[in-house]
């Protein structure tokens, strides 16, 4: 799912330090998931930023709500009679969401209160970590289901280059944390499996269009639109 | 045993139960400080509920620090529930903290009932 990460409020409160009714809106999809975005986060950014607002004497508004999903219209409807009771929103949902309620209620300014980081997997509780880059054509078929673009550093597809040392990639040095050599693990997987003739005939070109270079992407499905 | 009297308890199962948001919250309705008071490291009768806590607390700290809020009013306490001379000497090692550090929101004009010490 969407991983995320809480701002520094001090960047929260400098974007809204000139609203005086603002509302606080949660997401319990994946931000929830993550400890970013739900409910329980609405609360305690809420009642921190009233904290601080009364130390400088001020009473803003601050109203709080956490949505089913922000990336979903029927659930931002939600907020359609609420809206004009407020000047500004601040979103904990990921910048899907943040975007999504920015587009459904456009004459209200919207504010980001996460940074939205990347698609991944709950590791163990408090550690979140990345798996999938969204690359729109999945090859995790002929790497033993560990994905290259994401896991290898330079998103290679006929790897490992010469920066990987005892399974390390070479930027371990860079971000000063062990970072595992995706095709090391790939390697090991197809070993594992008896698959290692994969190493033989270099991958086909990718398709980079449906990625990110394709400019912003849409799925159109007929059979299930209305 | 004596303590000073303006201090409110909260009962809990277990310190676990605690969240950053009832720490804050704490603080938001008026009090001018707030602590914990958990079982001994390693006495936890739910194995690591006093231990969570204190991680908690310290995030709550961080919180505090980044609006401005001195992270001194939220302290975390470990003691056994045998040991009642010491909780009210933790009281009174907190009331005096608390007291040195001032009311939370006069700033704002809020009389809050435990900022009356």
Request: hydrophobic share 40%; glycine share 10%.
């Amino acid at each position: 799912m969407i991983m995320a990460k809480a701002k520094p409020i001090e960047e929260i409160i400098n974007t809204i330090t000139d609203f005086d009714k603002i509302l606080l809106a949660g997401c319990n999809g994946c931000v929830a998931v993550c400890e970013a975005g739900g409910l329980k986060e609405v609360q305690t950014l809420a009642s921190a930023l009233r904290i601080y607002f009364s130390q400088k004497g001020k009473r803003p508004v601050i109203d709080e709500i956490s949505l089913t999903r922000q990336c979903d219209k029927e659930y931002l409807e939600e907020l359609k009679d609420k809206m004009d009771s407020y000047d500004a929103v601040v979103s904990l949902a990921c910048g899907a969401g943040v975007q999504f309620l920015a587009e459904m209620f456009s004459e209200k300014p919207i504010f980001p209160a996460v940074d939205t980081c990347f698609i991944g997997v709950t590791q163990e509780q408090g550690v979140w970590s990345e798996r999938c880059q969204a690359c729109g054509q999945c090859v995790l078929a002929s790497t033993g289901g560990i994905c290259p673009i994401t896991r290898c550093s330079k998103r290679m597809l006929n790897g490992p280059c010469g920066g990987s040392e005892n399974g390390k990639c070479e930027i371990s040095i860079l971000v000063n944390r062990d970072v595992a050599c995706g095709w090391h693990l790939i390697f090991e997987r197809l070993k594992k499996l008896g698959e290692l003739e994969r190493f033989k005939e270099p991958a086909e070109d990718k398709d980079w269009t449906v990625s990110r270079d394709g400019g912003p992407r849409e799925i159109i499905r007929e059979d299930v639109r209305p | 045993m004596n303590y000073p009297p303006n201090v409110r308890i909260v009962i809990v199962p277990c310190t676990g139960r605690v969240a950053a948001v009832h720490l804050l919250k704490t603080l938001e309705m008026g009090a001018d400080g707030v602590f914990v008071a958990g079982c001994l490291e390693g006495d936890c009768h739910y194995q690591s509920g006093n231990l969570r806590a204190k991680k908690r607390v310290a995030y709550v700290q961080q919180i505090l620090r980044s609006i401005g809020v001195d992270p001194e009013r939220v302290h975390m306490y470990n003691l056994s529930a045998g040991m009642g001379p010491r909780f009210a000497e933790i009281v009174r090692e907190m009331t005096d903290r608390v007291r040195q550090l001032g009311p939370m929101h006069a700033a704002a004009g809020v009389k809050a009932e435990a900022s009356k010490h």
